[in-house]
T-cell receptor
Framework: SQQGEEDPQALSIQEGENATMNCSYK?????LQWYRQNSGRGLVHLIL?????REKHSGRLRVTLDTSKKSSSLLITASRAADTASYFCATDANDMRFGAGTRLTVKP | DTEVTQTPKHLVMGMTNKKSLKCEQHMGHRAMYWYKQKAKKPPELMFV???????INESVPSRFSPECPNSSLLNLHLHALQPEDSALYLCASSQDPGGWSEQYFGPGTRLTVT
């Protein structure tokens, strides 16, 4: 069963703009992870944030976690056409559960 | 080596066939996973092996049979599948089980059941 729910389901932006995706979950977690998937391929891990962390950065990625609201956000700054992919959040809660995902399209 | 390999890349099988999917990692990871992913849907967890023992079976039909011959290999044996089992099957591994560490995914096997 699914744990996280992302919104929006789809997002289309121009190159250079920022993209923000949100994830909400239902149960207590130890950590939350974000993954990217290019069309029909395996998933690539982007960032892991632990339940006692509030914000984490990795290059152009910024992830926040609000455990009181059971939500997380992924911000991609200065987007590129190569960022076009589906983005999933995943929570552990004993085993990994993926959200429905956000399909991001970055237009050149 | 941070790669998870999966073979075959594509598989077409009839409903009476028996086939196997293979997954391999050489990162010394102690947990390995099978996921099923339908088009435009998130991956759904099927099985988790932790220290070569099956620790989670997400109520998957018995026509899917996992096997972990050693710490580097994971197989998924398929028998008498249905057309609705057509999907992308993803293998992953992680250093620690239970979602404590990132998962490394293979490229997947695209399965078509005819």
């Amino acid at each position: 069963s699914q744990q996280g729910e992302e919104d929006p389901q789809a997002l289309s932006i121009q190159e250079g703009e920022n993209a923000t995706m949100n994830c909400s979950y239902k149960t207590s977690i130890n950590n939350l992870q974000w993954y990217r998937q290019n069309s029909g391929r395996g998933l690539v891990h982007l960032i892991l944030i632990r339940s006692n962390e509030r914000e984490k950065h990795s290059g152009r990625l910024r992830v926040t976690l609000d455990t009181s609201k059971k939500s997380s956000s992924l911000l991609i700054t200065a987007s590129r056409a190569a960022d076009t992919a589906s983005y999933f959040c995943a929570t552990d809660a004993n085993d990994m559960r993926f959200g429905a995902g956000t399909r991001l399209t970055v237009k050149p | 080596d941070t790669e998870v390999t999966q073979t075959p890349k594509h598989l077409v099988m009839g409903m009476t066939n028996k086939k196997s999917l293979k997954c391999e990692q050489h990162m010394g990871h102690r947990a390995m996973y099978w996921y099923k992913q339908k088009a435009k849907k998130p991956p759904e967890l099927m099985f988790v092996y932790s220290y070569e023992k099956l620790s989670i079976n997400e109520s998957v039909p018995s026509r899917f049979s996992p096997e972990c011959p050693n710490s580097s290999l994971l197989n998924l044996h398929l028998h008498a599948l249905q057309p609705e089992d057509s999907a992308l099957y993803l293998c992953a591994s992680s250093q620690d089980p239970g979602g404590w560490s990132e998962q490394y995914f293979g490229p997947g096997t695209r399965l078509t059941v005819t």
